[in-house]
């Protein structure tokens, strides 16, 4: 489901109803898509913390040192960043734990003109 008229960077909380009513349209929809700004490291995680505690990723090598924000994991399938040939045919979110997080946060940076769809379990956007 796409979300409108959502402005989720720290310049302007979201009030406790706002995060309710995304609660909710999650739990209704399964997935959500807010369009955002560039969000920093910050940002992202707290638009995370609106469904739950943000978790450190548990394999630390998918972590960039430069980092600040541990529950942060770097994904991509640029060529140039190494991680693949531009394509990423299957990738889950740590299904490995015994409890696996029930939200998963994508922040895309840069999109493709063509391509490019993404899948989340049974649904394609």
Avoid: W
């Amino acid at each position: 489901m796409r979300v409108s008229g959502v402005d989720v960077s720290s310049k302007h909380p979201l009030s406790p109803d706002a995060i309710d009513a995304l609660r909710d349209a999650l739990v209704n929809n399964c997935v959500l898509i807010l369009r955002a700004p560039t969000l920093s490291e910050e940002e992202l995680v707290l638009v995370t913390s609106y469904f739950g505690k943000a978790e450190e990723h548990k394999r630390s090598k998918l972590q960039r040192p430069d980092r600040k924000v541990k529950e942060i994991v770097f994904v991509s399938n640029m060529e140039q960043e190494g991680l693949g040939n531009g394509l990423i045919p299957f990738h889950n979110d740590m299904s490995y734990v015994d409890i696996p997080a029930h939200v998963s946060v994508l922040h895309c940076v840069q999109t493709v003109k063509q391509g490019g769809e993404t899948r989340f379990g049974m649904y394609m956007l």
